[in-house]
């Protein structure tokens, strides 16, 4: 495992993140707990440091079982990382209700990593007003949080003022080699960056997307110099971008933990040959043409 290292943070995170918003279930939609612990806590034996839940994930189930699966040693061998749920605040004191229940969920005195979660500008605008800076203040000095940070899905300008707002941590965004110009992009990364936040990055195979087989893309691929798999190709375009620290996959089967956990021994920022990243823009063009 690789790690590395956000400006306001002393000690190193893996570069792997392990999502828990897409964990396997069984045949009842249920989290398929036997497995997902087992998944989560091989990720840890192999390096995993930063295990990112959120309020609602699983219908509300995802914290509780990541308090279960890290009882034990593994609490301390992890950053946990929650969120906020940012469009269920309407007060100054739900904000705090609603970290006091995380803490109870997970089973754990501090959150290393608080997002506020999924901003868009509704929530944005409600949050400030209701004291959401003064909230994440109060947190950190009563230790209940040790980082503040926010995830986002909206357009840029907001990203860059949602930045600007606050002595933030690190931010969370969406970014894959198909969505340099979506949401904060690659202005909003380097943006980011240059204010001092780490970047912890979601979504980077599109949810899944970016692995299924299609004929014209493996084409494209078998002109590389080295050969990878499809989720290899798009996680190292990910962690090639030094600004990145840690990059977040929701694993769904154990094969995937240990197919990524392998990737990420290897995952250097500006590693990849100016000819590996013309055929990302080349797959790029052909899955864009194909949407
Ligand atoms: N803050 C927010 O608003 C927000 C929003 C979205 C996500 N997140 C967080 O970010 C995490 C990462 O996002 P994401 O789950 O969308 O990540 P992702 O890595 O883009 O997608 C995960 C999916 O990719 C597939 N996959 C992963 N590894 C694979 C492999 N080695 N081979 C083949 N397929 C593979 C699986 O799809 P299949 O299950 O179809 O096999 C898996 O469910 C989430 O789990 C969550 O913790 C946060």
């Known amino acids: 495992m690789l790690f590395r290292k956000m ?28 497995q997902a612990t087992d998944m989560l806590r091989y990720a840890i034996d192999h390096g995993v440091n930063y ?7 699983h219908n509300g189930e995802s914290e509780p079982f990541v308090g279960r699966a890290l009882q034990g040693e593994y609490r301390e061998k992890v950053n946990l990382a929650t969120k906020l749920p940012s469009w269920l605040i309407k007060s100054r004191a739900d904000m705090d209700r609603y970290l006091d229940e995380q803490l109870k969920r997970l089973q754990t005195d501090h959150i290393d990593f608080y997002l506020v979660h999924g901003l868009m500008k509704p929530f944005w605008e409600n949050l400030c007003p209701l004291g959401i800076t003064d909230f994440l203040d109060s947190a950190i000095a009563d230790g209940r949080i040790k980082y503040a940070g926010f995830s986002f899905h909206d357009e840029l300008a907001l990203f860059k003022e949602i930045v600007d707002a606050y002595d933030w941590t690190f931010c969370q965004i969406q970014y894959n080699f198909m969505d340099e110009q979506h949401q904060a992009g690659t202005e909003g990364l380097r943006y980011a960056a240059d204010h001092g936040l780490g970047i912890v990055i979601m979504e980077p195979l599109r949810g899944g997307m970016l692995t299924r087989d299609i004929p014209s893309i493996n084409n494209i691929w078998k002109k590389a110099p080295v050969q990878r798999s499809l989720p290899d190709w798009a996680l190292r375009w990910v962690w090639n971008h030094p600004e990145v620290t840690v990059v977040l996959s929701g694993m769904s089967s154990f094969e995937q933990v240990e197919q990524n956990v392998g990737y990420a021994k290897s995952g250097l920022p500006n590693s990849l040959s100016q000819e590996e990243l013309s055929l990302h823009i080349e797959v790029e063009v052909e899955y864009k043409m194909r949407i």
Do not use: H, Q
């Open 7 to 34: 400006n306001k943070v002393e000690s190193g995170l893996s570069i792997l993140g392990f999502g828990c918003m897409r964990l396997p279930v069984t045949k009842d939609g249920n989290i398929d707990e036997n």
């Open 51 to 57: 295990v990112d839940t959120a309020y609602p994930y």
